[in-house]
């Protein structure tokens, strides 16, 4: 038993992709944290299990880092800047420890289902602005779950991207089937995708280097 975490977005599309490949038993998370884009998301997520047919899926909120705050993506007096491919600045949309939260929320689950494997498709290449997807960030989760759980429960953090670029995960989404079409990205927008926060930035970036066109629509695509 298998669990992935399914935002809606690319990433973690590419990465069902492929833990639906390895697993025979696969259950779907999705977490809403009070997000711009909440509403679009979860619909990416119920398309995305339709797809692949998971009947296990966990839909839950944990709106509390919206009354935290300190990101763009859930405070509206912050403002989803446009995107800078080149800083290496923290950016305003990252959400304050926000992978910690999820994955301890998919390691709960996984020991009641008796899962032995959670996929979450971190990606390194956003590791410069989002200090939650940097492979160490994980090894050290990792030790934290053998450390925290039952004795008997044996449960792997699998990140099969983390080191790829966005234009080789793309390509891998392809290799693997994964309905990128059913995806969302923007950070700002519900009904189309803006093309200038970092998340539509990197995708575009990302499909053009790859030499592939984004099949999802944009109010603004420098790419083309």
């Given at each position: 038993?298998?669990?992935?975490?399914?935002?809606?977005?690319?990433?973690?599309?590419?990465?069902?992709?492929?833990?639906?490949?390895?697993?025979?038993?696969?259950?779907?998370?999705?977490?809403?944290?009070?997000?711009?884009?909440?509403?679009?998301?979860?619909?990416?997520?119920?398309?995305?299990?339709?797809?692949?047919?998971?009947?296990?899926?966990?839909?839950?909120?944990?709106?509390?880092?919206?009354?935290?705050?300190?990101?763009?993506?859930?405070?509206?007096?912050?403002?989803?800047?446009?995107?800078?491919?080149?800083?290496?600045?923290?950016?305003?949309?990252?959400?304050?420890?926000?992978?910690?939260?999820?994955?301890?929320?998919?390691?709960?689950?996984?020991?009641?289902?008796?899962?032995?494997?959670i996929y979450i498709g971190a990606v390194a290449?956003?590791?410069?602005?989002?200090?939650?997807?940097?492979?160490?960030?994980?090894?050290?989760?990792?030790?934290?779950i053998n450390a925290g759980t039952k004795p008997?429960?044996?449960?792997?953090?699998?990140?099969?991207?983390?080191?790829?670029?966005?234009?080789?995960?793309?390509?891998?989404?392809?290799?693997?089937?994964?309905?990128?079409?059913?995806?969302?990205?923007?950070?700002?927008?519900?009904?189309?995708?803006?093309?200038?926060?970092?998340?539509?930035?990197?995708?575009?970036?990302?499909?053009?280097?790859?030499?592939?066109?984004?099949?999802?629509?944009?109010?603004?695509?420098?790419?083309?």
């Open positions: 038993m298998a669990i992935c975490l399914v935002s809606g977005g690319m990433d973690s599309c590419v990465t069902a992709a492929i833990a639906q490949s390895e697993n025979e038993d696969l259950a779907f998370l999705h977490i809403s944290y009070g997000q711009r884009t909440e509403n679009r998301e979860r619909k990416a997520f119920y398309d995305i299990a339709d797809h692949y047919g998971v009947e296990k899926r966990l839909d839950i909120s944990i709106e509390y880092l919206a009354k935290i705050g300190g990101s763009s993506l859930t405070d509206e007096s912050i403002e989803v800047t446009e995107a800078n491919l080149e800083s290496k600045e923290i950016p305003t949309s990252y959400v304050p420890f926000r992978n910690a939260n999820m994955l301890s929320i998919a390691v709960s689950w996984g020991e009641v289902l008796g899962a032995n494997k290449e956003d590791s410069s602005g989002y200090p939650d997807c940097r492979p160490e960030f994980y090894e050290a989760f990792q030790n934290t008997d429960t044996r449960i792997e953090i699998r990140t099969p991207i983390i080191l790829l670029t966005k234009a080789a995960i793309i390509k891998k989404g392809i290799e693997f089937g994964a309905p990128l079409h059913l995806t969302w990205s923007c950070y700002r927008s519900e009904d189309l995708a803006c093309g200038t926060c970092d998340s539509c930035a990197l995708r575009l970036r990302g499909f053009s280097q790859a030499g592939v066109a984004d099949p999802i629509p944009y109010r603004r695509n420098e790419m083309t």
